[in-house]
């Protein structure tokens, strides 16, 4: 493939019309501080503000990554939701840890995340699901997710039939393969880019007797 469909590297003159940006604060509480990057961006950016990279490990170790959407954050962490019978959540299972990547081209920030991932209680699911358009709903259920699809037309075919017993009910039932999971952090990376690579890194850490760190990094 040729090089040429590649971005081309900033020149001084580019880096030079963009400035730099304001750095990190030494903020304490990095649930706080995502918490307004996360609004920020949800103002900039054109579309799905919460869409974040999902690092996972299969059976052999070898590590799988997708987009999924952050559906709640708080001090318990960052939640999401999807088929239980998915890639991801049989991954998971088998392996309970995770690493999270938010990427605001409007902001030019990244976030990192890693931790330990527990399933969320039944009542959040449910409560979730429920908010959901009722179409989104009969696709969770209509959904064999990651498995072998023989034709797009059986997918709509099953759509149509669980339509056909819900339409728009507002009391569609969340299937029982269908859940969440919460990714409990114990690293948190804030990342602002500068100008010439020489971007702002402030790593948070749990701390062994509970609250958190933090440490400033080279970019």
């Known amino acids: 493939m040729s090089s040429s469909v590649i971005p081309p590297t900033p020149s001084a003159l580019d880096y030079a019309a963009e400035g730099d940006r304001p750095l990190i604060p030494a903020a304490e509480d990095p649930i706080a501080l995502f918490a307004a990057w996360m609004a ?26 997708r987009i999924v959407l952050l559906k709640g954050v708080d001090e318990a962490g960052f939640t999401f939701f999807t088929n239980l019978e998915s890639t991801k959540a049989v991954q998971l299972a088998a392996s309970p840890v995770a690493a999270l990547a938010f990427h605001w081209k409007s902001q030019r920030r990244q976030v990192r995340v890693r931790g330990s991932v527990t399933r969320v209680t039944d009542a959040e699911a449910d409560a979730y699901f429920a908010s959901r358009a009722a179409q989104s709903r009969i696709s969770a259920i209509a959904s064999d997710q990651s498995r072998p699809l023989a034709d797009r037309a059986v997918f709509e075919q099953r759509i149509a039939e669980i339509s056909a ?25 804030f990342w602002q880019d500068q100008s010439f690579r020489m971007h702002d890194r402030l790593r948070f850490y749990r701390k062994d007797a509970g609250g958190w760190a933090t440490v400033r990094l080279y970019p």
């Open 165 to 189: 017993i819900y339409g728009d009910d507002k009391d569609i039932p969340r299937p029982p393969h269908w859940g969440g999971f919460r990714l409990a952090p114990l690293e948190i990376e």
């Open 40 to 65: 920020q961006a949800r103002a900039t950016e054109p579309n799905d503000s919460n869409a974040m990279s999902l690092a996972t490990v299969d059976a052999d170790g070898r590590p799988d990554v």
